[in-house]
């Protein structure tokens, strides 16, 4: 693009607001049906798993911070019965999209990397692990991961937890070479299966190219992330994949898929973000003031937050996962969920279930500084705790003493 040529210059505020539209976040609520769930999906292009459930997945807090308790149900319909969507490692595992396999498909066929050589190594001295493996699932029964013999010649050597679990790990890099795929989960494990066994008959397999996989995934993110500087793109969705970048903004902002914006204020002047041309009606809408915000709870592997960096730069909200800090250093609590109002991250909510008694316990609540604890807020707050509580079917809801002190009587009256 020329120097000379003109940026379009938006606020931090609109940036924000357009993030949230993208993401749904901002405005009523889709209607919570399958219809919905998959505009949603196709926004976001991925939800992250994780196994830590202090209050809920996170994949299901993901979806009802969008669409309400009734979206973790449509989930599962989609995943596994469906097979609208299937699990695989993005920027981490994650649950993505069956439409986007040949994207996919490209990391698959490059598993391992030439800087992952030990693993290449590892899987060729262990042949016979492998042709188990695929013989055992070519059988067509789905199989957790105990019903294969460890018939390693060579054991997997690591200084972590991974050390000699020889039938993990060969199922793990099958995984990522899409060599078998996660066919369904029981008691909390994974059940494998073969791809013909696992993805629809008509899903489109054969990879793109490279280059197209870095177009496909540029313009997904950015139409998820609203706006969005190529070192954000890098984070979001295939992070660590998106090779010869630069010249494929060239390429996109040539044909007009893509804009080069300006956001004031927060940055260097001279920083350049990218908005995608499908995003352009709503960012004018925005710019002309059609807007409406919602409070939310985020959880916190939510898309709107992942990139740290981002959060920070656009939100001015600095947020760690608590969850990998020592006890004895940690500000807030071991469990967080940033609170959304509007087109601020104004705290956090530190929530607790006690599975035992059926109780969501708050052990505490925290406002960003500058942020005045209303009542108006208060009733926002507490208005999304009682729909968290019946999304994990709680009983009741307790508040511990670290709250706000306006907050404290109409907490107790609540």
């Known amino acids: 693009m020329p120097t000379s040529q003109r940026y379009l210059t938006i606020s931090q505020v609109d940036a924000r607001r357009l993030a949230l539209s993208r993401q749904h976040l901002a405005g009523p609520r889709l209607p919570a049906d399958a219809t919905s769930l998959r505009t949603v999906l196709r926004a976001l292009r991925y939800v992250q798993l994780d196994p830590v459930s202090v209050v809920a997945p996170s994949h299901e807090l993901v979806l009802w911070s969008r669409l309400g308790p009734r979206a973790g149900s449509l989930f599962s319909g989609l995943w596994w019965q469906d097979r609208w969507l299937f699990e695989y490692w993005a920027h981490a595992a994650a649950v993505v999209l069956t439409e986007d396999y040949p994207i996919h498909r490209v990391s698959m066929d490059a598993y391992p990397p030439p800087n992952l050589s030990y693993t290449a190594t590892w899987m060729d001295a262990n042949d016979r692990l492998r042709k188990h493996v695929l013989h055992r699932l070519g059988e067509g029964a789905r199989l957790p991961t105990d019903a294969f013999e460890d018939c390693a010649v060579v054991d997997w050597a690591s200084t972590g937890w991974t050390a000699g679990r020889n039938v993990e790990r060969m ?94 204020g927060g940055g260097p002047p001279s920083e350049t973000w990218y908005v995608h041309a499908d995003a352009l009606g709503e960012l004018e809408a925005i710019r002309a003031g059609h807007w409406q915000g919602r409070t939310g709870l985020l959880s916190p592997f939510d898309n709107l937050i992942n990139d740290r960096r981002l959060t920070e730069r656009l939100w001015g909200f600095v947020f760690r996962n608590e969850m990998y800090i020592p006890k004895a250093k940690r500000q807030y609590g071991y469990y967080l969920l940033p609170i959304l109002h509007g087109d601020r991250l104004v705290g956090r909510a530190a929530p607790r279930f006690d599975r035992s008694r059926g109780v969501l316990l708050i052990e505490g609540l925290y406002l960003e500084p500058g942020i005045k604890p209303t009542a108006v807020l208060c009733r926002a707050v507490t208005g999304q705790l009682d729909d968290l509580a019946a999304l994990i079917g709680a009983t009741g809801i307790e508040y511990g003493d670290t709250v706000p002190e306006r907050w404290r009587p109409m907490l107790h009256r609540s």
């Open 171 to 264: 199922l793990t890099f099958l995984w990522r070479q899409g060599r078998i795929m996660v066919a369904g989960r029981a008691a909390g494990q994974r059940l494998w299966g073969l791809p013909d066994a696992c993805l629809p008959a008509d899903v489109d397999r054969p990879a793109v190219s490279p280059t197209e996989m870095v177009s496909i995934a540029t313009e997904h993110t950015l139409r998820a992330l609203g706006v969005a500087r190529p070192l954000d793109i890098k984070q979001y969705f295939l992070r660590g994949k998106y090779t010869g970048l630069a010249g494929v903004l060239r390429t996109l902002t040539e044909q007009g898929r893509v804009m080069p914006v300006r956001v004031d």
